[in-house]
């Protein structure tokens, strides 16, 4: 199971907020939540995707071209893969390990 943090900036929208195309963009991965594909966090400046490595780069790419679908014309994205194959984990098993040892 892998982790990505992705951020899809649109560039050359008609004013500075984004939030717009970050809520189409939370829309697919709701679609992908649902049939049990993924998991996935909304951060104020990224979104965090949990899944098999394959079915995450297909819902970068669908996401990538979704601001393209609304008439933007480039769009940047960018990519951080966390992908560690020792041990099972989740996002908030990575959480939990950093909060117990914060307590320690």
Not at 84 to 100: F, L, N, S
């Amino acid at each position: 199971m892998a982790i990505v943090d992705v951020t899809v900036i649109p560039i050359g929208t008609e004013t500075p907020s984004v939030s717009s195309y970050v809520a189409e963009l939370q829309h697919i991965l709701q679609k992908y939540e649902s049939e049990g594909s993924i998991e996935f966090q909304l951060t104020p400046m990224s979104t965090l995707i949990e899944g098999e490595l394959p079915v995450l780069f297909q819902v970068i790419q669908e996401i990538h071209e979704a601001p393209f679908q609304q008439g933007i014309k480039r769009v940047a994205t960018n990519i951080r893969i966390d992908d560690r194959r020792d041990k099972k984990r989740k996002m908030e098993d990575k959480i939990h390990a950093v909060q117990q040892k914060m307590n320690k």
